[in-house]
Each structure stands twice: as structure tokens, then as C-alpha cells.
């Protein structure tokens, strides 16, 4: 995809398009964040909340790896 934006809009292109992706996962992020910390339905409390948040917060440093390596390279 990288390829096709970088041979008709340039490098600036390309650059524009992964701040405007890691920008969209991060705010992604946030919102899963901010909806971990809201209290469960009644409906919903079997759930294992800690496992769920867990595993997200598992993710949420997946990003954060993802995040440093599009600033280390460019």
C-alpha cells in the first residue's frame, strides 16, 4: 500500500499516511482504555473483567512497541 502512495504522492505521502494510522490506533487505544475503566452491565458481570483487561493491556503495549518503532524510522 506504502508503495502505491509513495509512487503518486512521494515520500511526504507516505509519511503523512503513518502519522495518520498510528494517530488512528492510538486513539483507538484510548477508547478501549477509557471503556475498561467503566463499570460492567449487570448483564455482563460474569465476565472475568481482569482477564479482559489483561489481554488489553497486553495489546496497548503491542502498540506502544509499534508507536516506537514508526519513530525510530523515520
Known amino acids: 500500500m506504502t508503495d502505491i502512495i509513495n509512487e ?3 515520500m511526504k ?3 503523512f499516511l503513518s502519522w495518520l494510522t498510528a ?3 492510538a486513539f483507538a487505544f484510548v477508547i478501549f482504555y477509557g471503556a475498561m475503566q467503566l463499570t ?3 448483564f455482563s458481570l460474569q465476565v472475568n ?3 479482559v483487561c489483561r489481554i488489553w493491556k497486553r495489546r496497548i503495549i503491542v502498540c506502544w512497541d509499534r508507536v516506537g518503532s514508526l519513530l ?3
Do not use: F, N
Request: charge should be positive; avoid cysteine.
Open 8 to 10: 503518486y504522492y512521494g
Open 49 to 51: 473483567k481482569a482477564a
Open 40 to 42: 460492567p452491565a449487570i
Open 72 to 74: 525510530l524510522h523515520h
Open 13 to 15: 505521502g507516505v509519511r
Open 23 to 25: 494517530i488512528l490506533i
